[in-house]
T-cell receptor, first 114, second 114 residues
Framework: GESVGLHLPTLSVQEGDNSIINCAYS??????FIWYKQESGKGPQFIID?????DKRQGQRVTVLLNKTVKHLSLQIAATQPGDSAVYFC?????????????FGKGTHLIIQP | NAGVTQTPKFQVLKTGQSMTLQCAQD?????MSWYRQDPGMGLRLIHY???????DQGEVPNGYNVSRSTTEDFPLRLLSAAPSQTSVYFC?????????????FGSGTRLTVV
């Protein structure tokens, strides 16, 4: 079936470095993508979204890149801080039929090393 | 504070018992949805609603019922609890299916069925 997934379950980076978290999706009809951050014991927190008519979108210290040709999404976090430690999920919605809600990947655990 | 409020935060049920998980939002969002999150996995859609009086099934609807009598509230009912329903449940709301600003999630209800 169609799914959204992440390449690595754990990513360890040095404090101050840039982090890149990747996501592959298989539904070519997906037209809206969201990155979420989830800290232990909390609900997912919206980071940034992007629509399929865009290739790049920037927020505060974060950038999302969308490559529709290879169906790949990435989240870049600049100057990673200890507070960035969390699990990061990509999620997508397709423009086709089926259940109308987000399809989540399994998540990448970002670990910040001092 | 504006947001999505879920109650209770924790619940233990015996197999066969029924209960209702409450979800309320004060942002006048039309779209609301319920997800479950199992260990090491992303969230999966249970049921969703695009407005008061309108509900539909998601990816994993079996064993759950929903109703949407008001814009603010979207309760999730477990009809006859089973150990397989042990999970963390999240309610989310949004202006529309495709955002903007993604979906706002509640802090979750941790349910254990024994």
């Amino acid at each position: 079936g169609e799914s959204v997934g992440l390449h690595l379950p754990t990513l360890s980076v040095q404090e101050g470095d840039n982090s890149i978290i990747n996501c592959a999706y298989s539904n070519s009809a997906s037209d809206y993508f969201i990155w979420y951050k989830q800290e232990s014991g909390k609900g997912p927190q919206f980071i940034i979204d992007i629509r399929s008519n865009m290739d790049k979108r920037q927020g505060q210290r974060v950038t999302v890149l969308l490559n529709k040709t290879v169906k790949h999404l990435s989240l870049q976090i600049a100057a990673t801080q200890p507070g960035d430690s969390a699990v990061y999920f990509c999620a997508e919605i397709g423009s086709g039929g089926g259940a109308d809600g987000l399809t989540f990947g399994k998540g990448t655990h970002l670990i910040i090393q001092p | 504070n504006a947001g999505v409020t879920q109650t209770p935060k924790f619940q233990v049920l015996k197999t066969g018992q029924s209960m209702t998980l409450q979800c309320a939002q004060d942002m006048n969002h039309e779209y609301m949805s319920w997800y479950r999150q199992d260990p090491g996995m992303g969230l999966r859609l249970i049921h969703y609603s695009v407005g008061a009086g309108i509900t539909d099934q998601g990816e994993v609807p079996n064993g759950y019922n929903v109703s949407r009598s008001t814009t603010e509230d979207f309760p999730l009912r477990l009809l006859s609890a089973a150990p397989s329903q042990t999970s963390v449940y999240f309610c989310a709301s949004s202006y529309s299916l495709r955002g903007p600003y993604g979906y706002t999630f509640g802090s979750g209800t941790r349910l254990t069925v024994v």
